[in-house]
T-cell receptor, first 108, second 118 residues
Framework: LAKTTQPISMDSYEGQEVNITCSHN???????ITWYQQFPSQGPRFIIQ???TKVTNEVASLFIPADRKSSTLSLPRVSLSDTAVYYC?????????FGAGTILRVKS | DTEVTQTPKHLVMGMTNKKSLKCEQH?????MYWYKQKAKKPPELMFV???????INESVPSRFSPECPNSSLLNLHLHALQPEDSALYLC?????????????????FGPGTRLLVL
């Protein structure tokens, strides 16, 4: 399974757009990129998944360049409630291997 | 209903005790998972059940014994645990039939059981 590298932490202010980049240099052809969010004392929650180019849903966008060696999770207009750990995962099938994650702190 | 429930929420046990963690889902999912999460660390996969059969065991010590009595229930039996086993134990489920065209099935996680071994 491809290893992922993310920033340890990021700070932002309410209303700003936040972009979290994940590096996955050894991504395999069949691998997809998935992001999960986790609040303290809760289980992770699926945010978005993509294979290439851009994917958008009601909460986030995922940008994947042509070489797929990195990806960027974009959270538009964050609020205090978006303070959480964000995990980037790369793989296929059913096995989830979580990387270290990025702690996002949103301030007022 | 996209909820995975776990009981108990908290558990304190001694090293000689036997206890069980319970997980339940009613989404019709056929894959269920146990993860262990230590403080300030990412979740680590322990076991995967697919159609009530154990399909992945991530070299977990035998003092952890999973059981899947039916497609909705997943148990984790604990015996002779060590203090270093103290952690948040997360259960998750997913559709289990794979995604057309590939990809990782979305896993739905429960809130976890916080276990303290004394």
């Amino acid at each position: 399974l491809a290893k992922t590298t993310q920033p340890i932490s990021m700070d932002s202010y309410e209303g700003q757009e936040v972009n979290i980049t994940c590096s996955h240099n050894n991504i395999a052809t069949n691998d997809y990129i998935t992001w999960y969010q986790q609040f303290p004392s809760q289980g992770p929650r699926f945010i978005i998944q993509g294979y290439k180019t851009k994917v958008t849903n009601e909460v986030a966008s995922l940008f994947i360049p042509a070489d797929r060696k990195s990806s960027t999770l974009s959270l538009p207009r964050v609020s205090l409630s978006d303070t959480a750990v964000y995990y980037c995962l790369v793989g296929d099938g059913r096995k989830l291997v979580f990387g270290a994650g990025t702690i996002l702190r949103v301030k007022s | 209903d996209t909820e995975v429930t776990q009981t108990p929420k908290h558990l304190v046990m001694g090293m000689t005790n036997k206890k069980s963690l319970k997980c339940e889902q009613h989404m019709g999912h056929r894959a269920m998972y146990w993860y262990k999460q230590k403080a300030k660390k990412p979740p680590e996969l322990m076991f995967v059940y697919s159609y009530e059969k154990l399909s992945i065991n991530e070299s977990v010590p035998s003092r952890f014994s999973p059981e899947c009595p039916n497609s909705s229930l997943l148990n984790l039996h604990l015996h002779a645990l060590q203090p270093e086993d103290s952690a948040l134990y997360l259960c998750a489920s997913s559709q289990g039939s794979g995604l057309a065209g590939g990809g990782i099935e979305t896993q739905y996680f429960g809130p976890g059981t916080r276990l303290l071994v004394l």
